[in-house]
């Protein structure tokens, strides 16, 4: 084949495409930067990227543009300095708990958490001599009397889950911020809703896979710092866990951010709504929101959460885990899944799948009934989803 030597051959051609870049205008949306390697124009502009995390951009485990955009949205609405995306929720968790601790350090920590993150600490415990006490969140004292020495860490989530208790997040920081103790809270559930940072926390964490991915696509975790020390130092740990988001993820979840407001609103308000009915109706012997009145936290709720308690709710059917179990299989609009957040309301039965490894007591302590069912609310109307609930309902008389 006759070759025009002016022009590399088509092999070398196809692995070089124009990289087209706006000239004149501009994206109003962010591009997704799916490539991990950047090029340099010189040894010293590569040698300087190398030095941390706001260098320029040279591989994706350390620093992807699109994921930069999501990093900066988050830190934003949180009112952080600086932000770190993960993988999932889980990721950020695992990066801020082993970025920051170390054997022999002790981590003060809610009851109530999330399966993954009560395993995890657990695991800290067994395996890597960091001590954890478990404390349950409404209590400032029992804070104060946990510390040691030793005590590096506060562990807290705004809203629990199934339980929807109402962490005490201003009383309990205090008591940590007094004792040099970094204050860190899991915020997946009440994003937008409460703003960690303006009650004394450190670190905020999200599972972004939740409310802001909001479409059950993506799973992704995002921690915020209000200290550039400990961004710089969970970073580095990030890097070597290799916890990076893809950065379609991380578009998928900014697109999933550009609404989360009115998503978060919304819910919110349907969930509240249902709590209410749900009160009024004889199968059932108690709903926890902590937007109800007789919610155990409901004044806490009203200073912490006042545009809105969140979007999960659980209740109790009478008739016990018959019942519970009779209710989630018989919801038709609902759909019996795992996770919340999404734009359709999602049902399940904590005693026999996130919780099973609870027995009878760990369950109650938790504040878990043999019963309970949690309600995830999506974006549908209040009143299809009152309708089938009150079907599935009659059917565990
Ligand atoms: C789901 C969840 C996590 C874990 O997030 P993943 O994205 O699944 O890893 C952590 N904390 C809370 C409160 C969650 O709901």
Not at 188 to 215: N, Q
Not at 369 to 391: N, Y
Request: charge should be negative; proline fraction near 6%.
């Amino acid at each position: 084949m006759n070759h025009d030597h002016s022009r590399p051959h088509p092999e070398t051609r196809a692995v070089h495409p124009h990289v087209i870049e706006p000239v004149g205008s501009r994206p109003i949306g962010v591009p997704i930067h799916q490539g991990h390697i950047f090029a340099f124009d010189g040894a010293d502009a590569m040698a300087d990227a190398f030095a941390g995390p706001r260098s320029a951009f040279f591989y994706g485990r350390f620093a992807n543009p699109t994921v930069r955009s999501l990093e900066e949205a988050v830190a934003d609405l949180e009112g952080g300095t600086a932000a770190l995306a993960t993988g999932s929720g889980m990721g950020a968790i695992n990066a801020v708990l082993m970025g920051l601790l170390r054997s022999g350090d002790h981590v003060i920590a809610q009851s109530c958490l999330y399966g993954g993150t009560y395993a995890l600490l657990a695991g800290l415990a067994e395996r890597w001599g960091v001590e954890v006490t478990h404390v349950s969140g409404n209590d400032p004292e029992e804070v104060r009397a946990a510390l040691r020495p030793q005590t590096r860490l506060l562990y807290l989530e705004t809203i629990a889950n199934p339980t929807t208790q109402v962490a005490d997040l201003p009383a309990l920081i205090a008591v940590a911020r007094d004792a040099d103790v970094t204050a860190v809270v899991d915020n997946t559930f009440a994003p937008v809703l409460c703003r960690p940072f303006e009650h004394g926390a450190d670190i905020v964490i999200h599972s972004a896979t939740k409310y802001m991915g909001g479409h059950a696509d993506i799973l992704g975790g995002v921690a915020v710092f209000a200290d550039d020390v400990k961004y710089q130092q969970v970073w580095k740990h990030s890097i070597e866990l290799g916890a990076a988001p893809d950065p379609f993820a991380a578009w998928l979840t900014l697109r999933g951010f550009a609404t989360l407001p009115l998503r978060i609103a919304r819910q919110t308000r349907t969930a509240l709504d249902l709590a209410h009915r749900l009160e009024a109706h004889p199968a059932v012997t108690h709903v926890a929101h902590p937007g109800l009145a007789s919610h155990p936290q409901y004044e806490l709720a009203q200073r912490l959460l006042p545009d809105g308690a969140g979007g999960v709710l659980s209740f109790d059917v009478q008739g016990g885990r018959e019942a519970g179990r009779t209710f989630t299989d018989s919801v038709e609009l609902l759909s019996l899944a795992a996770s919340l957040g999404d734009v359709s309301t999602l049902v399940m039965h904590p005693a026999s799948t996130s919780h099973r490894q609870l027995d009878a007591e760990a369950l109650a302590a938790a504040g878990i009934g043999e019963g309970t069912v949690r309600i995830a609310v999506g974006l549908e109307h209040p009143d299809d989803l009152w309708a089938d609930i009150d079907q599935a309902l009659a059917k565990t008389a």
